[in-house]
Nanobody
Framework: QVQLVESGGGLMQAGGSLRLSCAAS????????MGWFRQAPGKEREFVAG????????YYADSMKGRFTISRDNNKKTVYLQMNSLKPEDTAVYYC????????????????????WGRGTQVTVSS
């Protein structure tokens, strides 16, 4: 079992920055591939960014490229999402997710590939 707890969400004005954190427990963190997803009201959950077990491979949704950065600290068992140049359309609940599949350098982008989820943290960006 893997437990994931997100933190760092909040209210921010457009153009501002936030850093989300996701602390993992229950399994060797360095064996987990990690991802961030988000879900806005009335919309499906969508992929934001992912990172492989070592941190050597990352992947971003097109609308996040250049603004968001995913990283991980295997010693702290934590994955981060640095969000810059926030826009009102970034408003959503952000979820941390983990998978144990041996994808190597491949970063999955679909919700079905991730077996473990946090409860989410709300990010609200005002205009």
């Amino acid at each position: 079992q893997v437990q994931l707890v997100e933190s760092g969400g909040g209210l921010m004005q457009a153009g501002g920055s936030l850093r989300l954190s996701c602390a993992a427990s229950g399994r060797t963190f360095s064996s987990l591939g990690m991802g961030w997803f988000r879900q806005a009201p009335g919309k499906e959950r969508e992929f934001v960014a992912g990172i492989n077990w070592s941190g050597g491979s990352t992947y971003y949704a097109d609308s996040m490229k250049g603004r968001f950065t995913i990283s991980r600290d295997n010693n702290k068992k934590t994955v981060y999402l640095q969000m810059n140049s926030l826009k009102p359309e970034d408003t959503a609940v952000y979820y941390c997710a983990a998978h144990t599949a041996p994808y190597g350098t491949i970063v999955p982008v679909t919700t079905t590939r991730f077996g473990y989820w946090g409860r989410g943290t709300q990010v609200t960006v005002s205009s």
